[in-house]
């Protein structure tokens, strides 16, 4: 009986610690998507309003929204996604060498 019960408590500190690794991560990717918004980016907030990053100030934590014209402060951590750029912008460098290969850029966005 007692193999059964440290076999329990085994497998309970494995869940616990995968879950909080997985937690940590979390939230190390959405802080390092929060650090890198610029203004342009499209985002949405925790109560579901899409905006455009108007302004980011990183000392008070807070970030500038223009919504239709109107331009709302939220905290920083109010934004929950950050949306992925409409137009990936490619690097002239890289551009003129798939031109001078021949391909065309519909087929290297697919």
Do not use: C, H, W
Request: aromatic share 8%; proline share 2%; charged share 25%.
């Amino acid at each position: 009986m007692g193999y059964q019960m440290i076999i329990m408590f085994v497998v309970m500190a494995g869940l616990i610690f995968y879950m909080n690794r997985t937690q940590k991560k979390q939230a190390e990717k959405r802080m390092e998507s929060l650090n890198k918004l610029q203004k342009g980016y499209e985002v949405i907030t925790i109560g579901g309003l899409y905006g455009t990053v108007d302004e980011v100030d990183t000392e008070k934590r807070t970030v500038v929204l223009d919504v239709d014209g109107v331009y709302l402060t939220f905290e920083l951590t109010a934004i929950k996604t950050v949306l992925p750029q409409a137009e990936a912008e490619v690097d002239p460098e890289a551009k003129v060498a798939i031109e001078a290969a021949g391909v065309e850029e519909s087929a290297i966005e697919e």
